[in-house]
C-alpha cells in the first residue's frame, strides 16, 4: 500500500494532466474524469466517489461546470477534507464553494498562473495565487507547501483582487492573442524582436480551451470593465489615425 497521502483530482484534461504530472511524486494521485481511458503514470482512474472522498481533493474544472461539481461531491467528502479549487478566476469560485460545500471541510483557492505550455520546463519560479476561502492556516499552509515543495513564487491575495488584475493581465492578453490568431497567417520571416516576443505570448495561448477564454473573459467580474476601457482607448487611436 502507498505510504503518500491520497490526492483526489476531478478532472484531468490538460492542467489536470499537469497537476498530476508535479504532484504524484508526493501524492498517490486518483483522478475522476469521464473522458480518461484508463491509468497513467500518474494516476489512477477511479469513480467520483473514491476521488472526492480523498482527504486532499482538488477541483480542476472548468468554471461553467464547477458549480454542477461542487453538488455532485459534496455528499462525497470526508470530515476535514481540504477541497482546493485551480480556476482561472477565484470570486465566483470561492463564493460557490462556501456556499454548496458542507462545513466539515477546509477550502482553499488558487490559481497557477501558468499552463502546460509555460511549465513545458519545469515549475521552479513559476507563479501560483493562493487565496483564503475558509480557514486562513490552510491557505498558509497551502502557500508554504508549493513555495518550499514546488519552488513556484507565491503571491497571497484576495479572492477580489486576484480577479480585479487578473482582468488586465489574462483579460487583454487572451483578447488581443484571439484577435491575432484570427488574423493568421501572419509574416514569419523579416520580423522584429519585438513582434516575436509578442507572438511567443500568443503561442503560449493558442491552444487554450474555450473553457479558459470563457471563464477570464465572462466570469471575472472585473473583465467587461477592463474590456471596454481597452476598446475606448483603441477607438480613440483609430479616431487619431484617421484625422
Known sequence: ??????LGLIGYGAFGKLTAQHLSPHFDVRAFDPAMEADDAHAAKVDLAEAAGCPVVILAVPVGILEQTLEEIAPMLSAGALVIDVGSVKVKPAEAMLRQLPDHV?????????????????????????????????????????????????????????????????????????????????PTRMTTLSFERLMQGVDMVRHDSPAVYQAIERDNPFAAGVRERFFDLFDQARSELDH
Open 106 to 186: 477546509r477550502i482553499v483557492g488558487t490559481h497557477p498562473l501558468f499552463g502546460p505550455q509555460s511549465a513545458k520546463d519545469g515549475l521552479a519560479g513559476l507563479r501560483i495565487a493562493v487565496c483564503e476561502v475558509r480557514g486562513a492556516k490552510d491557505a498558509r499552509r497551502t502557500a508554504a507547501w508549493c513555495r518550499k515543495v514546488l519552488a513556484l513564487k507565491v503571491f497571497n491575495v484576495t479572492p477580489e483582487d486576484h480577479d480585479r488584475e487578473a482582468a488586465t493581465v489574462q483579460g487583454l492578453t487572451h483578447l488581443i492573442a484571439r484577435v491575432l490568431l484570427k488574423m493568421e497567417p501572419l
Open 1 to 6: 500500500m502507498s505510504e503518500r497521502p491520497g
